[in-house]
């Protein structure tokens, strides 16, 4: 089936289709899953012989990312609402636990049941959940939710849980993509033909995550960093490239796939960042964000804590 012809959302319910279609995407030299990696033996040193840490996953896809965090996890759980993603997670860690549910859904019961996790990792995942909290999205186009400061309180209660579910010393460490990016640019330009993003514009789900995580901050519940690095989506052609447009960022939206003037756009863009030897570079971005949890005398030098 050609790419341009997959139902709605398939590249999340439909198999294969986001292996067929994802991109790597490079920062500095090394992938996502690298920079994950990285950060793993910042904060918890080099691989143990013998893994020690509880770890939840909100939108763990196909297990792609979770062979950067799965080496620390002595409990891993995965959550994910598209089956055939959930399957290949369980698939490439049998010893997980796999939840096939929605991140709010999951979030609410874990928050419920007081569970606490050491890691609660969210790879490129967390758009959804808050952006579901201003809109509904279907094939047949967008229902924005009349009452804004309804959505944004909302979307702090879901993040205020999340935080809940990090044990006190362990984090929340979340990649974000880049709203500004000329990548993600067209993208918005596209869906704005159908209806207007909420707030501030397409970047407004992350300023709420951050707002909320800074929140949590100002409440006394652990720190905040955030940082941002640019880079690519690398794509093997043009056609993967329009692929990567369509299925993944437009999510074969029947409206927007139909459309010349967004097909025109996106072949223009793919056309401009083609190189003489047909790989694509596609301009983007990645926030990098991480909420440790912990008292505020963890700021302090060590020797004086004790009597602070």
């Not at 007081?114 to 990792?121: F, N, S």
């Amino acid at each position: 089936m050609p790419e341009t012809t997959l139902p709605f959302r398939a590249v999340y319910h439909a198999p294969d289709v986001y292996d067929r279609v994802l991109l790597s995407h490079w920062f500095d030299g090394v992938e996502d899953v690298d920079l994950v990696r990285r950060i793993m033996r910042d904060q918890h040193g080099p691989v143990p012989e013998s893994a020690t840490l509880r770890m939840l996953e909100l939108g763990c896809g196909t297990g792609r990312v979770t062979e950067a965090i799965a080496p620390y996890a002595a409990a891993l759980h995965g959550i994910d609402s598209g089956a055939p993603m959930i399957n290949k997670f369980t698939a490439r860690y049998p010893q997980a636990t796999a939840t096939h549910t929605d991140i709010t859904t999951a979030v609410h019961a874990l928050h419920t049941a007081g569970e606490k996790y050491d890691l609660v990792g969210a790879f490129w995942s967390l758009s959804y959940p808050i952006g579901d909290c201003f809109e509904t999205l279907t094939s047949q186009g967008i229902r924005i939710r009349p009452d804004l400061d309804a959505g944004v309180e909302e979307a702090h209660q879901l993040v205020r849980e999340i935080v809940d579910l990090v044990e006190d010393g362990g984090h929340l460490l979340a990649l974000f993509f880049d709203s500004d990016a000329p990548e993600q640019q067209l993208v918005t330009r596209a869906w704005e033909r159908i209806a207007p993003f909420p707030g501030t514009g397409r970047g407004f789900a992350r300023e709420t995550l951050l707002a909320a995580l800074r929140a949590a901050e100002d409440d006394g519940l652990g720190r905040l960093s955030h940082s941002r690095i640019g880079g690519i989506s690398l794509a093997d052609s043009p056609a993967a490239a329009v692929d990567w447009f369509t299925v993944v960022h437009m999510k074969s939206m029947p409206v927007l796939v139909a459309d010349p003037e967004v097909r025109a756009e996106i072949e223009d863009f793919v056309q401009t960042h083609t190189t003489d030897a047909g790989r694509v570079l596609l301009p983007t971005g990645v926030h990098v964000i991480d909420f440790w949890r912990g008292p505020r005398t963890r700021h302090l030098p060590s020797d004086s804590k004790a009597t602070s």
